[in-house]
């Protein structure tokens, strides 16, 4: 079992930033792959954010593209998505997430085997 540790949520205003972090400390961090989704209110869990194990890889979803940047620390076991530039519809439940023997696309819940509690962000007009 994977433990997943969000935080750095919280209420902003439109244009401001945030950085979350997601702390793994199990002894494999580096094997896996991570990423980042979000929920907002009566809306399906949606893709933001992956990096690949090494980080030599990252994907973006379009909404985000630009504006998110997602990164990740193997010695301290730690992945971060700085947030600039936020908008209201940014507003959500962000969760973490780690890929570990998962088939699934990157861009789908399907593509992790591990989650942790979420954190959450509200973009203020």
């Known amino acids: 079992q994977v433990q997943l540790v969000e935080s750095g949520g919280g209420l902003v205003q439109a244009g401001d930033s945030l950085r979350l972090s997601c702390a793994a400390p199990?002894?494999?961090?580096?094997?896996?792959?991570m990423g980042w989704f979000r929920q907002a209110p009566g809306k399906e869990r949606e893709f933001v954010a992956a990096i690949s194990w090494s980080g030599a890889n990252t994907y973006y979803a379009d909404s985000v593209k630009g504006r998110f940047t997602i990164s990740r620390d193997n010695a301290k076991k730690t992945v971060y998505l700085q947030m600039n530039s936020l908008k209201p519809e940014d507003t959500a439940v962000y969760y973490c997430?780690?890929?570990?023997?998962?088939?699934?696309?990157?861009?789908?819940?399907?593509?992790?085997?591990?989650w942790g509690q979420g954190t959450q962000v509200t973009v203020s007009s």
């Open positions: 199990g002894r494999t961090f580096s094997s896996y792959s």
């Open positions: 997430a780690a890929r570990w023997t998962a088939s699934g696309s990157y861009y789908n819940t399907d593509g992790y085997d591990y």
